[in-house]
């Protein structure tokens, strides 16, 4: 198989994390991350608008077993298009540890959906990120959603702040669960009660089938400071946001590290510490079992939960 270039500039995933301080839960779910290839057996999709790093299922799994969590949810990368074949090889490889997010076309087949959810698939993810993928036509995306429904699959959505307004009522019409990647990217330069921040609270308020992740800080914050060299109170500018949708919606919210961190620019944080910032938004062990065990169990392993 060919191989990959790297995306000029392209920061890879931190080696050596700290042991966090944080102790989480007993079976507490890291709910949002991937894996990128290895290229030489899994080729990035030609379509991709970055090539990153590799990132194996085995440096995942020696990732959650470093940092104290017991499952993981893997995350189709767009840097794979939708070939979901190294989230598929990831989650056979967990065994019954893992389940997973897939990106599908509207030419998939019935026997293959069925084939991806033997394997541990439990959503799509649908991409509004213009800089990450071209634009797929809203009626096909709500034909595959609902099909995927049929199956108890949920659909996830990433998408800026911004473009909210203009999503919303697409959102409101899907016929599945719907997970939020990153609490919507607010922009934590904003006041926390503006007015775009609440058109997202509103819109969790209004719609009981909407869950939030409020993970990556370090994708959102501005001013820091940054989970390296032991800081235990990182991305403060971010923790107002965070919280406001823990405490509103503590049954509908989850917490995933984005490990390895695709097309971060200013730096690549320590997953030890960004798992010490958890505590700063979740404040009590009530909280903190929710968000990390009780929500995601509930969401993709019911028969569990």
């Known amino acids: 198989m060919a191989k990959f270039e790297k995306t000029p500039g392209w920061l890879d995933w931190y080696a050596g994390p700290a042991k966090p301080r944080f102790k989480l839960p007993a079976g507490a779910v ?54 979901n074949s190294a989230v598929v090889d990831a989650l056979r490889a967990a065994n019954g540890k893992a389940r997973g997010i897939a990106t599908v076309k509207r030419n998939i087949t019935d026997a293959e959906l069925q084939a991806l959810h033997a394997a541990g698939i439990r959503g799509v993810r649908f991409n509004f990120v213009k800089r990450l993928v071209d634009f797929t036509p809203k009626d096909e995306l709500m034909e595959i959603a609902g099909r995927i429904a049929k199956l108890g699959w949920h659909v996830v959505i990433y998408f800026e702040a911004v473009d909210l307004p203009e999503l919303i009522d697409f959102f409101t019409s899907l016929p599945t669960t719907i997970v939020v990647d990153h609490m919507g990217r607010p922009d934590v330069t904003k006041p926390v009660d503006g007015p775009e921040f609440a058109r997202f609270v509103d819109f969790m308020q209004r719609h009981n089938n909407v869950w939030s ?83 995601p169990m509930r969401l993709y392993w019911p028969e569990e939960a």
């Not at 290839?37 to 590799?54: H, I, L, N, S």
Request: charged share 20%.
């Open 213 to 295: 992740k409020v993970s990556c800080p370090e994708r959102l914050s501005v001013s820091g400071p940054p989970a390296l060299n032991g800081e235990q109170n990182a991305y403060q500018d971010v923790i107002p946001f965070a919280k406001t949708l823990i405490e509103t919606f503590p049954d509908r919210v989850l917490w995933g590290t984005d490990w390895p961190h695709p097309n971060l620019k200013g730096h690549m944080p320590d997953d030890g510490l960004l798992v010490d910032f958890i505590p700063h938004i979740a404040a009590t062990p009530e909280l903190q079992q929710k968000l990390l065990a009780g929500n």
């Open 30 to 83: 890291d709910a949002h991350c991937h894996v990128f290839g290895p290229g030489d057996q899994f080729a990035f999709a030609p379509e991709r608008k970055y090539t990153p790093c590799d990132a194996s299922k085995d440096q995942l799994f020696a990732l959650r077993d470093h940092l104290g969590f017991s499952r993981n949810v893997i995350v189709q990368a767009t840097c794979h298009g939708a070939d």
